[in-house]
């Protein structure tokens, strides 16, 4: 069965500072995975998403992630973290036709100035 | 395009009432999701729909019932509430299964006391 792992439930770092956001699924056929973002009080929203075109994704808001078949990986990053990027980021993963989402526990960033 | 819309916002309900969360897309999108959240566990499937007069159960279906007979809409219903329905009710939509975007509605904040 399909999962999503999220390594750490609360990610800090710096106004300017590389953001990275870890994420690993478990699913026995080629997947396809997501990226949303939650800001407080909001529905979630997608930021990106990896559909077996290219294995580097860009998204919005300057984030990218890059899809890693032997580590079976799909970790999100930004170069440089801004206080708007303050939000829970959810992974999420879809390997099979006419089936929902599997989502990730969620990380929560939070930038400090 | 107001894209997904739930009302209501926010609802108290006492142990043993009953509700309905009403969910309207005007996407013309044939999947429609419930979904609940509660704090570090991330987003739990109740039920999905992949189109009018199909449902099915999600990963968390007990206590709630759903019912699809538009295109449009895609109302929950609580029979008997109870604390543990405690949450953040959100519902999406998406024109397909597995590689689609879902959008997100803004949410409804439920307490049971």
């Known amino acids: 069965a399909q999962s999503v792992t999220q390594l750490g439930s609360h990610v800090s770092v710096s106004e300017g500072a590389l953001v990275l956001l870890r994420c690993n699924y478990s699913s026995s056929v080629p997947p396809y995975l997501f990226w949303y973002v939650q800001y407080p009080n909001q529905g979630l929203q997608l ?26 990986s799909f970790h999100l990053t930004k170069p ?24 990730g526990k969620g990380t929560r960033l939070s930038v400090i100035a | 395009n107001a894209g997904v819309t739930q009302t209501p916002k926010f609802r108290i309900l006492k142990i043993g009432q009953s509700m309905t969360l009403q969910c309207t897309q005007d996407m013309n999108h044939n999947y429609m999701y419930w979904y609940r959240q509660d704090p570090g566990m991330g987003l739990k499937l109740i039920y999905y729909s992949v189109g009018a007069g199909i449902t099915d159960k999600g990963e968390v279906p007990n206590g709630y019932n759903v019912s699809r007979s538009t295109t449009e809409d895609f109302p929950l219903r609580l029979e008997l509430a109870a604390p543990s329905q405690t949450s953040v009710y959100f519902c999406a939509s998406s024109y397909s299964g597995k590689q689609e975007t879902q959008y997100f509605g803004p949410g409804t904040r439920l307490l049971v006391l």
């Open chain 1, 47 to 72: 930021l990106l998403k990896y559909t077996s075109a290219a294995t580097l994704v860009k998204g919005i808001n300057g984030f990218e992630a890059e899809f890693k078949k032997s580590e079976t």
């Open chain 1, 80 to 103: 440089s973290a801004h206080m708007s990027d303050a939000a829970e980021y959810f992974c999420a993963v879809s390997d099979r036709p006419n089936t929902p989402l599997v989502f």
